[in-house]
């Protein structure tokens, strides 16, 4: 018998609408947000597309020393751009937005699976 329950590490969730407030999905993920921000502090990240690169995001609080050699490895080696902050909604969870500008080029190729290209 289980004297503990089993917990993960981390819980990832993904969606247009982290940090980005569109549509009835973004009530669903900011209400789910803190159920398991409760449960599982800080071990809850949500991950999004960046739409408001240059601009202030006032759903996203960007906090440079979370996960920082993380964010420099994606930057330097992975030719990745993201901000991680927390997400300005109740529960407040750790959120790292995307930019994927520099990755829409070779749209066609992520969908297909055809990662060949990503090499070099």
């Keep these: 018998m289980v004297d503990s329950l089993i917990s993960p590490d981390y819980i990832f969730e993904?969606?247009?609408?982290?940090c980005n407030k569109v549509g009835g999905?973004?009530?669903?993920?900011?209400t789910r947000a803190k159920?398991?921000?409760?449960?599982?502090?800080?071990?809850?990240?949500?991950?999004?597309?960046d739409f408001w690169i240059g601009k202030d995001n006032p759903l996203f609080i960007e906090?440079?020393?979370?996960?920082k050699p993380w964010k420099?490895?994606?930057?330097?080696?992975?030719?990745?751009?993201?901000?991680?902050?927390?997400w300005n909604i109740i529960g407040e969870p750790i959120v790292i937005l995307v930019d994927f500008t520099s990755f829409?080029?070779?749209?066609?190729?992520?969908?297909?699976?055809?990662?060949?290209?990503?090499s070099s």
């Design 14 to 18: 993904t969606s247009w609408e982290v």
């Design 25 to 30: 999905i973004y009530t669903v993920l900011s």
């Design 35 to 49: 159920t398991l921000q409760d449960s599982h502090k800080d071990k809850v990240i949500f991950i999004g597309p």
């Design 63 to 67: 906090l440079d020393y979370l996960y």
């Design 72 to 86: 420099l490895h994606a930057e330097t080696n992975e030719n990745l751009s993201v901000r991680i902050g927390r």
């Design 104 to 118: 829409f080029s070779m749209k066609n190729e992520i969908y297909t699976g055809s990662l060949e290209s990503f």
